[in-house]
């Protein structure tokens, strides 16, 4: 019996609130295969971090906690993914404004970048992934199968941070979302440890003024293309996928 062929491994990059988990759980619901958010592993240690009182200035504290990280992904039956701490699920307290700014910051140490990106790349030993994050076209996965970079303006990725936010605090200031959106930003994009760029082979799609539906239809295409002719990448794949 001849074995199934091999399923993409799918990298997804882009700044923060660009619509990277959103979409690549949509995408990996849909077309049969597994999602995991590397952002959800700095997330996590940057939670364990907040909950022991690790200062800023602890940063061995901070890489033995990614070492060590006793992290899991569920799927439930309506293709919603869960992030666990051993037996805790964590997903909405990863989502918390004060994990994210720790995750920002912890995620310039090389040294905790190097065990959580030996984690990740474990996930897609085999294939049929999709991972997203700030560095998985061009550190994590340099030679996935299917490559994209999903971008948008600093205002609309401020919007929809602010919109999510205000579920739980009414109150939540704009300007300030604005300001920590494009502070992560000069971090993502400054940082000695894998900055925060496109891969020359990946597929650039600008989310601004378009609908997650939109965007994850575009992926899903990219995703057919690659399965009927898997030798094609960036640009040829999409051209093939319709989409350039």
Request: proline letters at 4%.
């Amino acid at each position: 019996m001849m074995d199934p062929p091999r399923q993409p491994i799918v990298a997804i990059d882009g700044p923060a609130g660009s619509g990277k988990s959103t979409v690549a759980q949509q995408v990996a619901r849909r077309a049969g295969l597994q999602f995991i958010s590397s952002g959800a592993m700095y997330r996590a240690t940057a939670l364990l971090a907040l909950r022991a009182g690790v200062t800023a200035t602890e940063r061995e504290r901070f890489i033995g906690l990614a070492e060590h990280l006793p992290i899991r992904f569920t799927t439930d039956a309506d293709g919603h993914v869960q992030t666990w701490l051993d037996d805790e699920d964590v997903t909405a307290a990863l989502n918390e404004s004060a994990v994210g700014q720790i995750a920002s910051v912890i995620a310039t140490i090389p040294e905790l970048r190097a065990h959580l990106v030996r984690r990740q790349q474990e996930y897609g030993r085999s294939g049929g992934i999709i991972m997203e994050g700030r560095d998985i076209q061009t550190v994590v996965f340099p030679d996935a199968e299917i490559k994209v970079f999903l971008t948008a303006s600093a205002d609309e990725r401020a919007r929809r941070r602010w919109q999510e936010l205000k579920v739980n605090d009414a109150h939540v200031n704009y300007r300030q979302v604005l300001e920590e959106v494009r502070a992560r930003d000069r971090r993502d994009a400054e940082r000695e440890a894998s900055p925060l760029r496109a891969a020359s082979d990946a597929v650039t799609i600008d989310t601004d003024g378009k609908t997650i539906e939109q965007v994850i239809d575009r992926i899903l295409r990219l995703i057919d293309a690659w399965r009927a002719h898997p030798e094609l990448r960036g640009a040829a794949l999409a051209k093939a996928a319709g989409i350039l």
